[in-house]
């Protein structure tokens, strides 16, 4: 099983299950993929940051020459920007309607004690990414 496969399957299985219309994955599936993939960026910048310190001074002007100095604001607008760049690339390419429906016949096609593992499958490089994001974070 491919983890695009446990995504978009899991999703729509879970949906369906409680009676609701499956499709619906599609959105929880690229909402899923878009924050990922926010997240393992981040990481890169910050683990790039940590081993290369010109990098994170020279990245730390740019933002506050651009954005001055307060950094939630920042960050929730870098945030608005990319993550809606990020949704739009994702809902165009890989979670269109028609690789949703293939991944979910994929998923269907698997066993039941394999398809009972999807949510593994996804959630440990989640957390093994947002654990190094938050270590990364706190030694820079």
Do not use: W
Not at 14 to 29: A, V
Not at 65 to 79: D, V, W
Not at 80 to 103: A, D, M, P, R, S
């Amino acid at each position: 099983m491919t983890y695009l496969e446990a995504l978009y399957g899991s999703q729509y299985d879970e949906i369906k299950r409680n009676g609701k219309d499956g499709n619906k994955g599609r959105l929880n599936g690229n909402i899923f993929l878009t924050a990922f993939l926010i997240m393992f960026l981040t990481t890169a910048i910050l683990a790039l940051c940590y081993f290369v310190p010109q990098i994170s001074n020279g990245l730390g002007r740019m933002l506050r020459n651009t954005f001055g100095n307060n950094g939630k604001a920042t960050g929730k607008l870098l945030a608005v920007i990319f993550g809606g760049l990020i949704y739009f690339i994702i809902n165009k390419t890989i979670g269109t309607q028609e690789n949703f429906t293939h991944y979910v016949d994929n998923f269907l096609a698997y066993p039941e004690d394999t398809r009972n593992k999807a949510a593994k499958m996804l959630l440990v490089p989640f957390f093994i990414v947002l654990a190094l994001m938050f270590v990364l974070a706190f030694l820079n």
